[in-house]
């Protein structure tokens, strides 16, 4: 199938498609004329790294990774006993992740409180622009 195809099976964007491949992650036959030929199984791993990208990991740890998961249409596992510790150092990061922003939460929130009860009214005081919203 073309990348067009795989892209409307998986829901995924033919420039996020591209993607993988650079990233090692997808590797799909190149014809004579050049056009990308993708498998059935490739429906399925892109699933995959989309499942591995939800889970937290970096394309760079999913390409090293993914040739030793299973799949059998249910879920996802480890193929071998070896990439479960290189699951749980993920884990173990992600962990370090989740604290450093409950951290920065609790420093948010002594400031929120430290506001003072009444309001500042001295021309220019608060004339700081905000910063615009991150597409999402």
Do not use: F, K, W
Request: aromatic share 4%.
């Amino acid at each position: 199938m073309r990348i067009g195809d795989l892209s409307r099976r998986t829901g995924v964007s033919v420039r996020l498609l591209r993607y993988y491949e650079e990233q090692g992650l997808l590797r799909p036959v190149r014809r004579p004329s050049g056009y990308r030929e993708y498998r059935e199984g490739d429906v399925r791993v892109v699933q995959n790294i989309r499942t591995l990208l939800g889970a937290g990991l970096s394309t760079r740890t999913i390409a090293a990774l993914l040739p030793c998961m299973v799949d059998d249409g249910l879920v996802l596992a480890p193929a071998c006993s070896g990439t479960l510790s290189d699951l749980q150092r993920e884990r173990e990061r992600i962990d370090r992740a989740v604290a450093d922003l409950q951290a920065a939460r609790v420093a948010l929130d002594g400031i929120i409180t430290a506001s003072p009860p009444y309001d500042v009214t001295e021309a220019g005081a608060c004339s700081a622009e905000p910063e615009p919203e991150p597409a999402g």
